[in-house]
């Protein structure tokens, strides 16, 4: 067993509460050349999403008669962590690649582009536990950046168990020896389109755990939303049309 101890009278090593997220910092539109972008600090993740498409689709056979396709690319960057990792993908980015896109692929209007696809890219460059509910997020807002047509927005997060405590939003160490981790991902009007779970938790657990995440993305929703009106209030044209 490991003795160390990561909560203090109700404090993390990083002083959030149980309850608490890591500082957001968002940006809209940081790639010139994708149809949208964003980039997304959630703590000591760095990440940035680029949206490519709705365009033809490369080998034709992917095509899809009556929708778009939509590719996800996870990759982390050979020094997003502590030891240079080996560049290129594998089984974790493939699998994360994959839970990201279903993760999206339930609110993206795919049936307004047939043969289509729309190209996701989110490329980790610095990493502390979270990074791909931060891809996800960072993805959702790029999506709309590059207007593509979506029922919402999606906003991810995670909550975990550490010090037999459950706690929001993990960081790398409480990643690490914590008894669980669970990240969501979820519309705001509750579908939940990501849900996987590391460790062990009791049904009791798995209660707060979700209600813990939930709140945290209703948090991150909101500074999705935020940052997309800001983005587009800047053109007159959009500001003129109200809301
Ligand atoms: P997530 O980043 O979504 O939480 P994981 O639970 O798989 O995904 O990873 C947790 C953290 O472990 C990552 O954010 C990163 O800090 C670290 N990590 C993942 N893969 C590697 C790797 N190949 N080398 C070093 N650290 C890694």
Redesign the pocket.
């Known amino acids: 067993m490991d003795e160390r101890v990561f909560i203090k009278d109700g404090i993390r090593l990083d002083g959030r509460r149980f309850d608490e997220l890591r500082p957001i910092k968002m940006e809209v539109g940081v790639l010139k050349r994708a149809d949208g972008s964003c980039y997304m600090e959630m703590g000591d993740?760095k990440v940035i999403a680029a949206v490519y498409g709705p365009r033809e689709v490369h080998p034709r056979h992917l095509q899809e008669v009556n929708r778009a396709i939509i590719r996800y690319r996870y990759n982390?960057a050979s020094f997003?962590?502590?030891?240079r990792?080996r560049p290129g993908p594998?089984r974790?980015s493939y699998e994360?690649s994959k839970v990201s896109r279903e993760a999206l692929e339930p609110v993206i209007l795919t049936s307004y582009f047939p043969k289509s696809v729309i190209d996701i890219f989110v490329e980790?460059l610095q990493?502390?536990?979270?990074?791909?509910?931060?891809?996800i997020n960072a993805a959702s807002v790029a999506l709309a950046d590059a207007g593509i047509p979506m029922r919402s927005l999606v906003s991810s997060c995670?909550a975990g168990k550490v010090d037999g405590q459950i706690v929001l939003d993990p960081m790398?160490d409480e990643?690490?020896f914590g008894q669980a981790?669970m990240?969501i991902a979820i519309t705001p009007t509750g579908e939940i389109t990501l849900l996987q779970m590391?460790g062990i938790l009791t049904r009791d657990e798995f209660r707060q755990a979700m209600e813990l995440a939930k709140k945290g993305c209703q948090e991150i929703y909101k500074i999705q939303r935020r940052v997309l009106i800001e983005r587009y209030s800047q053109f007159e044209d959009l500001q003129d049309e109200g809301s």
């Open positions: 993740n982390m997003s962590v502590e030891e990792r594998d974790r994360l980790v990493a502390d536990a979270g990074t791909r509910t931060a891809g995670a790398k990643d690490n981790d990240p590391d």
